[in-house]
């Protein structure tokens, strides 16, 4: 390392690094971790930043010399990433996800861009239901159950809700921690813009009123039991009740088949994300469950990602 540490010279030493380690992105890596040193010393050092630095700002602060706490920081930081392998969604606990930035802990799955497919579609869902009512005083239901850290739920009814405010939210897992979770990301995206959420703790839809739910998302535990031991060192760090589903990664889907069936109204939609591969034996579930219309989505890589399914 050299004797005066920038921003740009301590980057550019950070991707090689992450690199050699076998990190997959090392460059966006490094770029995350040295704007989270950087804003966890801010409170401790004076330095020439005087906001929360974000990744864009790195490239106009690429001269800054950092503190002694500062590199002290980011080392740990890279260890806990280059040696350990923990997922840099835990190390900053934020992850991005569709238009927000969510509190992320190892208690939930790190939220994964293919999940967005199921948000975007849930939205579209939500808009159509309202335009197609035949009364303005009609309320729909939306229910995301396995909601870990509450991403689904919480990015549809930030965008659906100020618009049309006949829909309805609950966020459940059968994870406490997972909950306290959701619940901060309900308060930091939601309650600024007192839109509503109701967070319970549940295991899939048991409990829940027959024929009360509109619209259904999840996403589910699919992991295959032999799979387990195949996981990323990354992977590996996230929890395995939200990851493991039995010996064919599909004992989940199947209750979420049967459960939804009597939980849907006639017309309700289930969304429940699936493996990249299950998608002709999780449609099989919810024909034989007795579901109208099954329909495999994809995502852009052409992979089987969720099943949407209509009673």
């Known amino acids: 390392m050299t004797d005066r540490w920038t921003v740009g010279s301590l980057l550019k030493w950070a991707k090689s690094y992450l690199q050699k380690h076998g990190i997959a992105s090392p460059r966006l890596d490094a770029e995350y971790l040295i704007v989270h040193a950087l804003n966890r010393c801010e409170q401790d050092v004076k330095s020439l930043h005087r906001s929360k630095l974000t990744r864009i700002d790195l490239y106009t602060h690429f001269d800054q010399p950092l503190s002694e706490t500062e590199l002290a920081c980011f080392k740990s930081l890279l260890i806990s990433r280059a040696r350990d392998r923990l997922p840099v969604a835990y190390i900053t606990q934020r992850r991005?996800?569709?238009?927000?930035?969510?509190?992320?802990?190892?208690?939930?799955?790190?939220?994964?861009?293919?999940?967005?497919?199921?948000?975007?579609?849930?939205?579209?869902?939500?808009?159509?239901?309202?335009?197609?009512?035949?009364?303005?005083?009609?309320?729909?239901?939306?229910?995301?159950i396995c909601t870990g850290s509450g991403v689904i739920a919480i990015s549809v009814a930030a965008e659906i809700a100020p618009s049309t405010p006949q829909w309805r939210f609950t966020a459940s897992d059968i994870s406490a921690s997972a909950l306290a979770v959701a619940q901060r990301n309900a308060d930091e995206i939601l309650l600024p813009q007192s839109i509503d959420i109701t967070i319970e703790n549940r295991d899939l839809l048991v409990g829940v009123?027959?024929?009360?739910?509109?619209?259904?998302?999840?996403?589910?535990?699919?992991?295959?039991?032999?799979?387990?031991?195949?996981?990323?060192?990354?992977?590996?760090?996230?929890?395995?009740?939200?990851?493991?589903?039995?010996?064919?990664?599909?004992?989940?889907?199947?209750?979420?088949?049967?459960?939804?069936?009597?939980?849907?109204?006639?017309?309700?939609?289930?969304?429940?994300?699936?493996?990249?591969?299950?998608?002709?034996?999780?449609?099989?579930?919810?024909?034989?469950?007795?579901?109208?219309?099954?329909?495999?989505?994809?995502?852009?890589?052409?992979?089987?990602?969720?099943?949407?399914a209509t009673k």
Not at 119 to 125: K, L
């Open 209 to 308: 009123s027959p024929e009360s739910i509109d619209l259904l998302t999840a996403n589910p535990p699919y992991v295959t039991t032999s799979e387990l031991d195949e996981l990323a060192l990354e992977i590996s760090h996230e929890p395995r009740l939200a990851l493991h589903s039995g010996e064919d990664g599909l004992e989940h889907v199947r209750r979420i088949a049967e459960q939804a069936m009597s939980c849907l109204v006639d017309g309700g939609i289930a969304l429940v994300e699936i493996g990249s591969q299950q998608g002709k034996a999780a449609r099989d579930l919810f024909i034989a469950a007795g579901f109208s219309t099954v329909v495999i989505g994809h995502d852009f890589a052409g992979h089987d990602r969720y099943i949407e």
């Open 96 to 144: 991005g996800f569709w238009q927000h930035d969510f509190y992320v802990t190892r208690d939930v799955l790190v939220p994964r861009p293919e999940t967005e497919h199921i948000v975007q579609r849930a939205i579209e869902i939500c808009r159509k239901k309202v335009l197609d009512q035949s009364s303005i005083s009609t309320v729909y239901q939306m229910v995301d």
